[in-house]
DNA sequence: CTCCCGATAT
DNA sequence: ATATCAGGAG
C-alpha cells in the first residue's frame, strides 16, 4: 500500500513535536549487555518496566551469562521473576533462548531480525526492542501496548494487530527515526497519553490529535 | 480467539 | 472489583 503525502506530513508533526518534548527518550528498563535487554524484555510482558527494574537487580547479578540461564534449575528462575507476572512462560522462554544461543550460535546473540524472532518466546516486538536499543539496528518500530494505542488515538493506523500496526508506522516514518520515535512514543504513552486517563489537556499533541477512540471525542 | 499471571492504580 | 502494565504461543 503507498501511503498518501498527507499521511506523511502529518507524521512528520508527531515526529517534530515528540523530538521536541522528548529529545532525549530512551529504553526504561535497565541493562548492560544484549543478553541482559533480552532478558529484561522478555520480563516486560504485560508488566511495568519500574518492577522488571527491581527484580533484573537480583537477577543479573546471580546470571552472568547464557550458560547460567540454561543451566539454572527452573524453579530457581521461577522464584526470581516470580513478581513479574507470567513466570512459567518467561522462564521457559529464558531458556529456551539461552539453550538455543548456545547450540546454534556459540551464547552470542545473533543481529538478525529472522533469527531473533525464531528464537522461543521471542515476537517482532522484543526482536526490534533488542536489535535496536543494544545493536542500533532499525529493523522496525517496536508496537507494543502504548505504540497500539497511540498509533489508534492518533489516527496513524486504523489496524488491530501489532504486526501490521508496525507496517503503517514504518509506511509513514523515515527509518532512521523508528528507534527513538520507538522510545518517545513509549514515553508520552506512559507519561501523558496514557490508557485510561490521558491528559489531554497537557499533551503536546493536542492540536493536531484526532483522539480516535478517547473519551469525550472520537 | 484463549491462556499465561503478579502488582498497582482507579 | 476491574483495568492495565515495553507480549508471545497454541
Keep these: 500500500m503507498a501511503v498518501s503525502a498527507a499521511a506523511k506530513k502529518f507524521a512528520g508533526q508527531v515526529s517534530q513535536l515528540l523530538k521536541k518534548h522528548y529529545p532525549d527518550a530512551k529504553c526504561s528498563l535497565n541493562f548492560s549487555t544484549p ?37 539454572a534449575p527452573p524453579k530457581d528462575l521461577e522464584k526470581a521473576i516470580q513478581s513479574t507476572g507470567f513466570f512459567h512462560n518467561k522462564t521457559k522462554s529464558i531458556q529456551g533462548c539461552c539453550e538455543t544461543l548456545l547450540e546454534r550460535y556459540n551464547g552470542q546473540i545473533p543481529q538478525d531480525i529472522g533469527k531473533l524472532v525464531d528464537l522461543p518466546g521471542i ?32 489516527g496513524l493506523s486504523q489496524e488491530k494487530t501489532a504486526e501490521k500496526i508496525e507496517q ?51
Design 35 to 71: 543478553l541482559e535487554l533480552l532478558v529484561a524484555t522478555i520480563l516486560s510482558a504485560q508488566c511495568t518496566d519500574e518492577r522488571v527494574n527491581l527484580v533484573t537487580r537480583e537477577l543479573f547479578r546471580k546470571y552472568k551469562d547464557v550458560a547460567a540461564y540454561a543451566e
Design 168 to 218: 503503517d508506522l514504518m509506511d509513514q516514518f523515515p527509518k532512521k527515526e523508528w528507534i527513538v520515535l520507538s522510545h518517545r512514543l513509549i514515553q508520552h504513552g506512559r507519561k501523558v497519553c496514557a490508557a485510561r486517563k490521558p491528559s489531554c489537556g497537557k499533551c503536546p499533541l493536542e492540536a493536531i490529535c484526532p483522539k480516535v477512540g478517547v473519551e469525550g471525542k472520537g
Design 123 to 154: 515476537g517482532r516486538k522484543t526482536a526490534n526492542v533488542i536489535l535496536g536499543t543494544a545493536f542500533g539496528i532499525a529493523s522496525g518500530v517496536v508496537v507494543d501496548t502504548h505504540v497500539s494505542r497511540l498509533s489508534q488515538r492518533l
